[in-house]
């Protein structure tokens, strides 16, 4: 076993007796080289998931990259690139390219061959290096998620004057690479596997959407004779079922919102986090709605992207915002078929506005919905709860898998880093 000896590092601990400890600067080097005169148009960008990759393959939102490229930075192969204003949510990455980088970001290489910037990047990747920079950043909001512990949408910018002086861990050049090779190859066979699990889970998803589809506008018959309905999306439905507009099959309930007290919103339990549609209430006298409806968003650019769903089932006592609608479904109906039924909305065609799309009330309106017997949607209701059931099982333990697998690298990443696990180097 290995001799140890204290760090001086807080999150560091213990390190190896022939490591050293040293001042970022001391080991790394910013690169300030400006893209002036322009020496490349192939700008990169970097993500917290996948690091640093080309601009023009980054997906969603975020800043757009400038037209005038001679105000922005160079990156080298091997160079490490870290988002000076998110650093402790994890955006740091190993450039693999030599491309341009917008001058927020930092980028630090070594001109001593004995040092592993792989090694130093891996290192700048643990939850325990994020963490340890909080006192570090001049900023204006820190939120931890609960859930994954991370700090998001962290305005915090780490100046690189107070970057450099930070200590870190110092092992022999051969040690850095051999943990660095070591962690490579263990990270890639992990990550192999949770991009197999999530490739699982995204059939599963597909299959389960179009099994859904499929029930809702088909029913469980398949000897029963068909007919047109009329509208693209929906296609041929059963000959004795019905397609209505939307505001004929249900009860809008929008009107009877009213504004609760910030005192009295649990805004740590909100039932539908994107459109903030609802929240549980705590005190039974604040509640405004106390039975099962369907909430439907309202307004944002994830209505059109369709990141999270879009229909939720709000149950018990709990409050609504103007960001979402509220129906109720009429007699004749089931919720829940109903509900089935409008989260395979086609809602391209019924969204105004482009910048910032909105499903107002006049066009939730004239929503098409299919309308069986009220047997018939009991029926398939409890059949897609069933099944849907049994799916959603096969996904969770794919996700937990997922959950573990990530864990169990970052803190394989963190023991290795700091010499708590040893990796043989190379003579």
């Known amino acids: 076993m290995r001799q140890m000896k204290p760090s001086g590092i807080e999150w560091v601990g213990d390190i190896p007796m022939g490591w050293e400890v040293k001042p970022l600067k001391a080991i790394l080097i910013q690169r300030t080289e400006k893209n002036y005169p322009i020496k490349t148009n192939y700008i990169l960008s970097l993500t917290i998931d996948k690091g640093v990759i080309p ?4 997906l969603g939102g975020g800043n757009k990259a400038k037209e005038d490229l001679s105000q922005y930075h160079l990156a080298y192969p091997n160079d490490i690139v870290l988002n000076s204003m998110n650093i402790i949510s994890g955006a740091v990455g190993l450039s693999k390219y030599f491309g341009a980088v917008s001058p927020v970001y930092y980028t630090l290489f070594s001109k001593h061959t004995g040092i592993s910037t792989s090694y130093y990047n891996n290192l700048f990747q643990t939850k325990e290096f994020q963490d340890s920079l909080l006192g ?10 609960e859930s ?4 998001n949408t962290v305005r915090l910018r780490i100046p690189i004057s107070k970057l450099n002086i930070i200590l870190l861990p110092n092992p022999k050049g051969k040690e850095q690479k051999a943990i660095a090779c070591y962690l490579d190859s263990k990270c890639n066979l992990i990550n192999n596997i949770i991009e197999k699990q999530k490739t699982v889970i995204e059939k599963l998803q597909s299959y389960k959407q179009s099994l859904i589809t499929e029930v809702v506008t088909k029913g469980l018959n398949p000897n029963v004779k068909m007919k047109t309905s009329g509208i693209e999306w929906i296609g041929d439905i059963p000959e004795g079922w019905e397609v209505r507009k939307l505001k004929y099959e249900f009860r809008n309930l929008d009107m009877l919102r009213q504004p609760i007290s910030s005192e009295n919103r649990t805004s740590g339990e909100n039932m539908y986090d994107y459109y ?3 929240g549980v209430i705590d005190k039974v006298s604040d509640y405004i709605f106390d039975e099962p409806l369907i909430l439907i968003g309202e307004d944002g650019a994830n209505l059109l992207l369709r990141n999270l769903p879009l229909i939720y089932v709000a149950t018990g006592k709990y409050w609504v915002n103007n960001h979402a609608h509220i129906l109720k479904p009429k007699a004749h109906n089931c919720l829940s078929y109903m509900a089935y039924q409008l989260e395979q909305v086609d809602l391209g065609i019924y969204l105004s506005g482009s910048t910032q ?28 709860d069933k099944k849907c059931t049994v799916i959603d099982n096969v996904i969770n333990r794919k996700q937990k898998l997922i959950e573990k697998l990530a864990d169990y690298k970052k803190s394989l990443i963190y023991e290795c880093v700091t010499g708590k696990k040893e990796v043989a180097a190379n003579d």
């Not at 994954?148 to 700090?151: A, N, P, W």
Request: net charge neutral; hydrophobic share 40%.
């Open 276 to 278: 903030g549609a609802s």
């Open 136 to 145: 570090f950043g001049n900023g204006i909001m820190v939120k931890k998620s």
């Open 357 to 384: 799309p909105k499903l107002t009330q006049d066009n939730l309106s004239i929503i098409p919905v299919v309308v069986p017997t009220l047997d018939e949607q009991l029926a398939i209701a409890d059949y897609l």
């Open 55 to 58: 601009y023009c393959e980054k």
């Open 148 to 151: 994954s512990g991370k700090f």
